[in-house]
């Protein structure tokens, strides 16, 4: 059983369109970030949000963490062939410096 | 400034042969980690070090995995013998301060396949 759901596994869309992408769980979390995983690279971190309810923006880009620190979604408005990529959401398990990953879902924007 | 470096990017060998995986962090953090990322099993923490010393290795998935930290600058992981079932891509992150989990530098990836 993943610690971290994330849906849709897949996503192909045209360039322009608007998405969301969820990232859910059973337990509850003192923060959640999210990656994004070009082709040939390692993750590179986009935000951490930390308290429920929290929004943030990175241009196109909008996190939301959930009221209750269970899940969080990422919506991307206008999406453009460079979003392709693979977006993972990680939490930190309390007690330990470790990161968990979710599985990731893997965007195609088509231009 | 330099990002965590990985040698080699690609790694090809035969089942039963010795790898061993090349990580530089970046100079003044204080914590690695070893990644490994499948399309099974997404990416997975293997172990890792504060100040060069091996912290969790829960991760490291059975004997044939090794990994050192001889000094500040520079890790290995060693798989010996590696089998088919190794073949993924395995990635470095650095991180500096206790806080540093949150804020991981991730090297771009040795993808390894064994035949």
């Known amino acids: 059983t993943q610690l971290l759901e994330q849906s849709p596994q897949f996503l192909s869309i045209q360039e322009g369109e608007n998405l969301t992408v969820y990232c859910n769980s059973s337990?509850?979390?003192?923060?959640l970030q999210w990656y994004r995983q070009e082709p040939g690279e390692g993750p590179v971190l986009l935000v951490t949000v930390v308290t429920g309810g929290e929004v943030k923006k990175l241009k196109r880009l909008t996190f939301q963490f959930g009221d209750a620190r269970k899940d969080s979604s990422l919506h991307i408005t206008a999406a453009q062939p460079g979003d392709t990529g693979l977006y993972l959401c990680?939490?930190?398990?309390?007690?330990?410096?470790?990161?968990?990953f979710g599985q990731g879902t893997r965007l195609t924007i088509n231009p | 400034d330099a990002g965590v470096i990985q040698s080699p990017r690609h790694e090809v060998t035969e089942m039963g042969q010795e790898v061993t995986l090349r990580c530089k962090p970046i100079?003044?953090?204080?914590?690695l980690f070893w990644y490994r990322q499948t399309m099974m099993r997404g990416l997975e923490l293997l172990i890792y070090?504060?100040?060069?010393?091996?912290?969790?290795d829960s991760g490291m998935p059975e004997d044939r995995f090794s990994a050192k930290m001889p000094n500040a600058s520079f890790s290995t992981l060693k798989i010996q013998p590696s089998e088919p079932r190794d073949s993924a891509v395995y990635f470095c992150?650095?991180?500096?301060?206790?806080?540093?989990?949150?804020?991981?530098?991730f090297g771009p990836g040795t993808r390894l396949t064994v035949t």
């Open positions: 990680a939490v930190i398990i309390q007690g330990a410096q470790k990161l968990v």
């Open positions: 070090f504060n100040n060069n010393v091996p912290i969790d």
């Open positions: 100079s003044g953090h204080d914590y």
């Open positions: 337990s509850v979390f003192s923060s």
């Open positions: 992150a650095s991180s500096f301060g206790l806080a540093g989990a949150y804020e991981q530098y």
